[in-house]
């Protein structure tokens, strides 16, 4: 059986009914996110993180990209950490961040992907002196029912946050875009190997394609993309201000 960590991720295994794990408190980052400059974004947090955060489409070709909220302008700079380890209280939570140390993937068995997706956990969270998930009886406790809703409604809707990615390739309606910053001291910034969509062809789609769009909900989500974009501002605001000294 091989598993694979999805992004953020150093090892994972399986989730058992035996396992205690040592549960994040409160809005506190694991590590290695400490250090992501996005991260994959679900279809309904377009509404709500779209007034924090820049949203684009990142993928090696406009035919297999996915959603990502912006966190940085540069590899390995997240600008929403707070005091050292903790997400910024005034900003949105991405629910990628807050399934952790949790995470839905796909096992390949003798070099074949399963079609069923199984329940993981963040191997270096497991301890003896974690929390229990499961009761003497096998019956999940508090602790694993919140959890297991969210990473379980999450897997759902980052689906169809893939399946709007895909129609939008589809219609050929992303384009490459590149960010470019120049702060009042040190050195340009500049971000490549994003999509955003092109709005002149979102305007050129006939009306019944439009219309489809719209009841899809996908309609919604480029809006929301297309307003979110101006928060490349914001994240220079937020580097310059922590590049100041206190």
């Not at 058992?16 to 794990?21: E, I, P, S």
């Not at 050129?204 to 989500?221: C, F, H, S, V, Y």
Request: net charge neutral.
């Amino acid at each position: 059986m091989d598993i694979k960590p999805p992004y953020g991720y150093e090892e994972i295994v399986p989730l058992t009914k035996q396992h205690r794990v040592t549960l994040p408190d409160g809005r506190k980052l694991p590590t290695t996110f400490r250090k992501l400059n996005a991260l994959p974004l679900s279809f309904t947090e377009f509404t709500v993180a779209c007034r924090d955060f820049p949203i684009a489409f990142v993928g090696a070709d406009a035919a297999g990209v996915i959603a990502m909220a912006v966190l940085g302008l540069e590899n390995g700079q997240n600008l929403f950490v707070s005091n050292g380890d903790g997400w910024d209280t005034s900003v949105y939570v991405p629910a990628y961040a807050r399934r952790y140390p949790f995470c839905m993937t796909r096992v390949t068995v003798d070099g074949k992907e399963q079609a069923e997706r199984v329940a993981c956990v963040e191997k270096r969270a497991l301890s003896d002196q974690g929390d229990a998930l499961f009761d003497g009886k096998g019956e999940a406790l508090p602790a694993w029912e919140e959890r297991r809703k969210l990473l379980f409604d999450y897997e759902s809707d980052l689906v169809r946050s893939e399946e709007m990615c895909r129609e939008l390739g589809r219609l050929q309606l992303l384009e490459t875009f590149t960010v470019q910053a120049v702060p009042n001291q040190g050195k340009p910034v500049q971000m490549t190997g994003m999509y955003r969509v092109a709005e002149q062809k979102l305007a050129e789609l006939p009306a019944d394609k439009l219309k489809e769009l719209a009841q899809k909900g996908i309609l919604a989500r480029v809006y929301a993309h297309l307003i979110s974009l101006a928060n490349f501002g914001k994240l220079l605001d937020r580097r310059m201000a922590q590049a100041r000294p206190n």
